[in-house]
């Protein structure tokens, strides 16, 4: 019979200990990069799941921090000359928070700042206790579990912008404003995007106040509530479908540490191959910033977007006429 002290430790374990050994012993260094979540799967034959336990693990220890650019990389902060346990590190390193200021603001806004450096998956209720120098069950005063976490923040971040009551004259102007700072919005919280759903929209007062004003500015057009709530959705679509491109290219950087210019430089011998083959004599004349200029190809999809808005809007008001 096998007793719980002789069962094995679990795969994460096992590899979370020989990468602290490594880190404590000098032979990975503060500042170098790690392996990604995928090599370590590659490397020690887990999933993905069990990979991104172990680098979960080791930032909860202080051992690693994600730095934009770089990756994940061996924090700064390792003390290397003396071993640090599980929870050790976190208390070492944490800054000291009165508890009176540990309040519901104070927990979204800390989840909030982990998830725009590092992602929505690094977000954990034992890493935000860690950060805001907590025991992980006192959150819960706060928050149910993640999913409501997820769910707060995402309404804490819808209650940034400022929307103006009633805001610029004429339909065009309220939708190009509103479209903006939503545009605004999501290129600070990166994980945003991630985080909403068309289908099963979150219930939050901030993200509904925006939906009710999008509709408000359609007021007095003619059209029918069914196509009202099809604009507004279209509108935040386009906003969304830019900003997963965007968030696509910062986790790439942070996974590979390659950033696009140095990618497009080692793809350029390839790229000039193929441009300069005949095949594709238009694409050859492409600008090459026009492709990457997501603010521009933002800008653009709204302009042609409410181009056509206005065929509708037109065509309703002769109707009317």
């Known amino acids: 019979m096998t007793t719980s002290a002789q069962r094995p430790d679990p795969p994460y374990r096992r590899i979370v200990a020989e990468i602290r050994a490594r880190i404590l012993s000098g032979d990975l260094r503060p500042g170098e990069r790690m392996p990604s979540i995928r090599q370590i799967a590659q490397r020690w034959g887990v999933a993905v799941a069990t990979a991104t336990r172990v680098m979960a693990t080791l930032r909860d220890e202080g051992l690693v921090e994600t730095k934009v650019g770089s990756g994940t990389v061996v924090s700064a902060r390792t003390n290397q ?137 359609l007021d007095g057009l003619g059209l029918p509530m069914a196509t009202r709530i099809r604009e507004a959705l279209t509108l935040h679509a386009l906003v969304v479908t830019a900003a997963l491109s965007m968030a696509d290219e910062v986790e790439a950087e942070q996974e590979t540490g390659v950033t696009l210019d140095q990618w497009r430089l080692a793809q350029r011998k390839r790229a000039d191959e193929l441009l300069d083959s005949g095949r594709f004599p238009l694409l050859a004349t492409i600008p090459e910033d026009a492709v990457s200029d997501l603010d521009g190809l933002f800008e653009y999809g709204l302009a042609r977007h409410l181009d056509g808005f206005a065929v509708l809007v037109e065509g309703q008001t002769r109707t009317r006429s």
């Open 81 to 217: 000359k003396q071993p640090v346990g599980p929870t050790a590190s976190p208390r070492a390193r944490q800054a000291d928070v009165p508890r009176e200021a540990l309040n519901r603001k104070h927990v979204l806004r800390t989840a909030i700042a982990i998830a725009d450096v590092e992602g929505l998956d690094a977000v954990s209720m034992r890493r935000l206790a860690a950060e805001v120098g907590a025991g992980p069950m006192s959150l819960y005063r706060h928050v149910a579990n993640k999913d409501e976490l997820v769910t707060q923040m995402v309404n804490e971040a819808f209650g940034e912008p400022e929307l103006p009551i009633p805001g610029p004259a004429g339909w065009r102007a309220k939708l190009e404003l509103i479209s903006r700072r939503q545009w605004e919005l999501v290129r600070r919280h990166l994980w945003l995007p991630r985080a909403v759903s068309f289908t099963r929209p979150l219930m939050v007062p901030n993200m509904m106040a925006h939906t009710e004003w999008t509709l408000r500015a």
